[in-house]
């Protein structure tokens, strides 16, 4: 069996707990072991803009951990990501950055060497499981399900550093939302930033950002926004709602986690997938998953009785 | 005579001491909305409160909790086993021994009707009750001081918290001890309980407890006769037995008297029996009376704390409630480190000195505010940064013990601070993602200002942004910043930009303004030019610098491999550090 350490960061716990919860649901079911460290920090994006230091030391911390277990680190949140990610590369190309943050993990009796895989859990469905052998543990698929698949810059860029996928022309997330039955939509605005790096800084210039992209998706026809990552889906949920009542807009564009999209069709209990637990309310792709699975099932008898009838 | 007036004396300070302590609770202002509340009104919403909790189901909650996490601790068996044993064993023994033992004449004798202290179970309980204190403090002294546990920081109040407890148990301990060994002491018991008066009797007596019981008689030594012994033994039968067990079963202080018995007679001539139960009976007074402002006033305190969280839940608490609590919280915290070891940022400790990082320090620090103490700008703006150092993720509160909502109490004295007026540049970090979120749930008076004074206080160091025409040498400004953007080696990139502008045609934020200079000051491809050039002041003063998505666009397109969003971070990186260290009294740094 495959296994990761599950590296949870700051916001899921505390603000995105569906995410959590459905996350460990598919991957149950896909048979990913997981890992939990108690000892995992903050993995430093937050404070970038204020301390590269200290945002080094807290990825290297984390991954120091990881390797004490000889594990790899499979993380949910695209700014983890990019973060450990980050720190990873920065290490390895500079033996001098990494004997200064060893000197100080050193103290706690850790040591980073560069050891350990860091993946998201994008890049563990899509290549450590692959998009047929979800297909082959589908319980119902989407037919006429649109969604706005959003890539979140962290994971993308700079492609020197994270690897990702091509960072022009991404296609491993599409395959993963195509993999339910839905089709992810072409949109002007796929690969452009949600808005949340600026909320709470510059909450108008946020606003903005993320208002037109939301637009973008709903005017390219799409039903749900579908995200992988905590500050993404926030910022198109929790701040969505705000934004639609600062602004008098009322055509909300829901987000979507991956997890709870994936999870329905794989026939997760909704409990574990938390779908009330969105700000906005997406209940509705359950009634639209019921209405394939009854139409799948009327096909099904009448080509039954077509055969009989042959 | 003494014994009952320093009993009062002590009663009376600790009494004055508890309602001092309490009246803080509806006294200290943190956060918002307390100053404008009046103490009455505090006190008053507090008791309806609690009234309309008691007069409810949640009264079974409240049962659960005092069962489970005030009697038995499973909050802390679930952060660590030792420290369970540990807690548990000091304060399950002193308990006991406080009510069993110290109270006795009022307890013990009320349950149990044939008490004797020199009697089983009690004398075999009470000593086990002590070795069970004496191992938990073993383990509190290993721990703190041996085993190092991390980020684990021992004040003056853990110490005293320690010594005292010492001090109590192992004066009583000698004090069994010595009187065990000491003469005077037998003659005494000898003289009231047995009514023997024959001297061979009383000599056959004292042999036997010589041999038996580590009496340090001056006129017999051993070895005894075999008769006299057997003699001994059977006066011990009929005198004494029936009030005093053997003394082999008091067995903390029968070992000590083991040890000590060379120098048993020098013991009783010294009247160290009476100097230690002098000691002892003190010891229980001074911390009695003490306690209130002690650590150990978490016996009240935390109990509470745990009782009002456990029925409070994820509701809502009116303002007035939620200011009480809080204050009475800061009151709970027993400093047991268990938030500063699971906080998410305590890596940043290692750059920036300064002991507000650290949840468990930042609690005294708050102390000191809420109590109205005045606070150097130096000070304030420590703590400042200290609760605002925080990824808002909530561990704190999860593992604490003592079920403190802490997360809560830094986003409150957050705001309060930042109302003080002191510029915070940790606000123009995405650690501001969760006051942004919490907006409209806290009404945030002045939200917007922290934010406007942070980029004020950067942009008034920047002299060149304020003159209208920017007349610029030709030789760089400033060579102090292109050294200075060295942190990663991709930073340095910034040299080989040739000005196609690429990265500001595809930044975003650019695109999102009509006329983005005049939003944004320089613009990304200019930002790399000014490092170039080393134009600080231009660099430090665009809005450009703070409203950077890092989305990282400009980096991915750029054709000459400049790292843009990278140099971006580190020009921030250094306009915080220079501006700190520039317009307000410095921060302690590395």
């Excluded at chain 2, 304060?91 to 004449?105: E, P, S, T, V, W």
């Excluded at chain 2, 009514?195 to 038996?212: F, N, R, T």
């Excluded at chain 2, 320090?361 to 605002?388: C, M, W």
Aim: hydrophobic share 45%.
């Amino acid at each position: 069996m495959m296994t990761f350490a599950l590296f949870l960061g700051c916001t899921i716990p505390a603000r995105l707990n569906q995410y959590e919860s459905s996350s460990r649901a598919i991957l149950e079911k896909l048979g990913v072991g997981l890992v939990d460290i108690r000892e995992f920090n903050c993995c430093g994006y937050p404070l970038r803009n204020i301390d590269f230091k200290v945002f080094i030391l807290s990825s290297a911390r984390n991954l120091a951990l990881v390797e004490k277990k000889n594990l790899n680190v499979m993380t949910l949140c695209k700014c983890c990501y990019g973060s450990l990610k980050k720190a990873d590369f920065l290490m390895k190309e500079n033996a001098s950055l990494k004997k200064e943050v060893n000197a100080t993990l050193e103290k706690e009796g850790l040591k980073y060497e560069g050891r350990t895989e860091i993946k998201h859990l994008l890049s563990v469905l899509h290549k450590e499981i692959g998009i047929e052998a979800i297909k082959g543990k589908m319980a119902a698929t989407f037919k006429r399900l649109k969604i706005a698949t959003h890539y979140g810059c962290h994971a993308l860029r700079p492609s020197q550093v994270v690897g990702f996928d091509n960072a022009v022309a991404p296609s491993l997330f599409d395959q993963l939302v195509e993999a339910t039955g839905a089709e992810s939509i072409d949109w002007p605005m796929k690969l452009e930033c949600c808005g949340a790096p600026l909320w709470g800084i510059n909450d108008k210039l946020s606003m903005d950002l993320t208002l037109k992209k939301l637009t973008d998706g709903k005017k390219s026809g799409a039903d749900y926004v579908c995200a992988a990552c905590p500050y993404c889906h926030i910022q198109f949920d929790k701040v969505q709602k705000m934004i639609l009542s600062q602004r008098n807009v009322n055509h909300p564009l829901p987000s979507i986690l991956y997890t709870q999209l994936l999870g329905l069709s794989l026939g997760i209990d909704r409990k574990a997938l938390g779908l009330e637990m969105n700000e906005i309310p997406i209940t509705g792709i359950e009634e639209l998953l019921a209405k394939e699975k009854e139409l799948a099932e009327q096909s099904e008898s009448t080509e039954k009785t077509e055969s009989n009838k042959e | 005579m003494f014994f009952k007036v320093s009993l009062y004396i002590s009663l009376v300070i600790f009494i004055l001491a508890l309602i001092y302590k309490v009246s803080t609770w509806f006294r200290y202002k943190i956060g918002i909305g307390a100053e404008e509340i009046p103490t009455s009104t505090r006190f008053f919403s507090a008791i309806k409160g609690i009234l309309s909790t008691l007069f409810s189901v949640k009264i079974l909650t409240l049962l659960k909790v005092f069962v489970l996490d005030v009697l038995l601790q499973f909050r802390i068996l679930r952060e660590d086993f030792l420290r369970w044993i540990m807690h548990i064993f000091i304060y399950g023994g002193f308990m006991l021994l406080l009510l069993m033992h110290a109270l006795d004449k009022y307890i013990t004798v009320a349950i149990w009707k044939d008490y004797y202290s020199t009697l089983n179970p009690f004398m075999f309980l009470r000593d086990l009750f002590g070795a069970l204190v004496i191992i938990g403090v073993l383990i509190a002294i290993y721990r703190r001081f041996i085993l190092k546990v991390p980020r684990l920081f021992s004040n003056a109040m853990d110490i005293y918290a320690i010594l005292i407890v010492a001090v109590i148990m192992l004066s009583g301990i000698f004090l069994e001890a010595s009187k065990m060994v000491a003469y005077s002491d037998y003659k005494r018991m000898v003289d009231e309980y047995s009514g023997l008066s024959d001297p061979q009797e009383l000599k056959s007596l004292e042999a036997y407890w010589v041999k038996e019981f580590g009496t340090v008689s001056p006129n017999l030594k051993g070895p005894f006769d075999e008769k006299i012994l057997a003699k001994g033994k059977e006066l011990h039968q009929s005198s004494c037995e029936s009030c005093h067990a053997k003394p082999q079963w008091a067995f903390t202080g029968y070992g000590v008297a083991k040890i000590i018995s060379p120098i048993g007679l020098s013991i009783d001539r010294a009247h160290l029996p009476s100097v230690l139960w002098y000691i002892h009976v003190l010891a229980c007074f001074v911390g009695l009376a003490y306690l209130p402002f002690s650590k150990m006033f978490h016996i009240f305190s935390s109990s509470i704390s745990l009782l009002a969280n456990g029925v409070i839940g994820k509701e809502k608490l009116s303002p007035a409630n939620r200011a009480t609590l809080q204050a009475m919280e800061l009151d709970a915290c027993t400093h047991c480190g268990t938030c500063s070891l699971r906080c998410s940022v305590i890596m940043a400790f290692e750059e920036i000195t300064n002991m507000n990082i650290f949840p468990s320090e930042k609690i005294a620090s708050i102390q000191a505010l809420a109590s109205g103490k005045k606070l150097s700008p130096l000070e304030l703006r420590h703590i400042q940064e200290g609760v605002y150092l925080c990824s808002n993720c909530y561990r704190c509160t999860v593992v604490c013990p003592v079920g403190i909502n802490l997360q809560d109490l830094w986003f409150n004295v957050r705001e309060t601070l930042l109302r003080k007026g002191y510029p915070e540049f940790l606000v123009l970090s995405p650690l501001s993602f969760y006051r942004g979120l919490m907006k409209e749930e806290t009404v945030l008076r002045d939200y917007e200002k922290p934010l406007i004074q942070a980029r004020e206080a950067i942009a008034a160091t920047c002299d060149l942004m304020k003159k209208k025409d920017k007349v610029l040498p030709l030789t760089p400004t400033n060579r102090n910043l292109q050294s200075g953007l060295n942190l990663s080696a991709q930073a340095k990139t910034f040299s080989v930009c040739f000005g196609c502008q690429t990265c500001t045609t595809v930044c975003p934020v650019v695109g999102n303004y009509e006329n983005p200079q005049e939003a944004l000051g320089l613009l990304p491809h200019q930002i790399m030019h000014a490092a170039g050039l080393g134009l600080r002041d231009l660099a430090f003063g665009s809005n450009m610098l703070w409203d950077c998505l890092t989305c990282y666009q400009c980096q991915e397109q750029c054709p000459q491999g400049v790292h843009v969003t990278d140099v971006l971070y580190e020009l921030k990186n250094l306009a915080v550090k220079q501006v700190r260290e520039k317009t307000l009294q410095p921060v302690e740094r590395k």
